[in-house]
């Protein structure tokens, strides 16, 4: 369970990162969410564009396995790709900003779609 460079807080159930993000790595509420780990397809919301998304619109669904998301909060907003929602919970599902790019999905997983993400990101 890892989300590149958010801080850990001990304290809330969290994990450390690298720091490079702001932000908590959250472990899912077990009462907020259906299942944890959320397994499965889900669909991601825009925040900004970009050619790595270029060729997948929104309605098409990607594939997660994790525990742990960011929340979204006002200092990492300028990092946000794309966000999803599952059960009671959104959360940052890929963040980008210049060259870099992480996705909380599983591109190799997501057929077509992820195909296509990996297609645009080395283009």
């Given amino acids: 369970e890892e989300f590149l460079g958010h801080d850990g807080d001990a304290t809330k159930k969290t994990i450390e990162g690298l720091?490079?993000?702001?932000?908590?790595v959250?472990?899912?509420?077990?009462?907020?969410?259906?299942?944890?780990p959320h397994i499965g397809w889900n669909g991601r919301i825009p925040h900004q564009?970009?050619?790595?998304?270029?060729t997948?619109?929104?309605?098409?669904e990607v594939y997660f396995v994790h525990s742990y998301y960011v929340p979204i909060i006002e200092e990492n907003k300028d990092?946000?790709?794309t966000s999803t929602t599952y059960g009671n919970q959104r959360y940052v599902s890929s963040v980008q900003k210049g060259c870099v790019v992480a996705t909380q999905f599983h591109p190799e997983?997501?057929?077509t779609t992820g195909l296509n993400i990996f297609k645009n990101f080395l283009q």
């Fill in 56 to 60: 997948s619109e929104e309605k098409d």
């Fill in 109 to 111: 997983k997501s057929g």
């Fill in 79 to 81: 990092w946000i790709l």
């Fill in 26 to 36: 959250i472990r899912f509420d077990d009462d907020a969410v259906p299942a944890v």
């Fill in 49 to 54: 564009s970009s050619p790595v998304l270029s």
């Fill in 19 to 24: 720091g490079v993000i702001p932000g908590k």
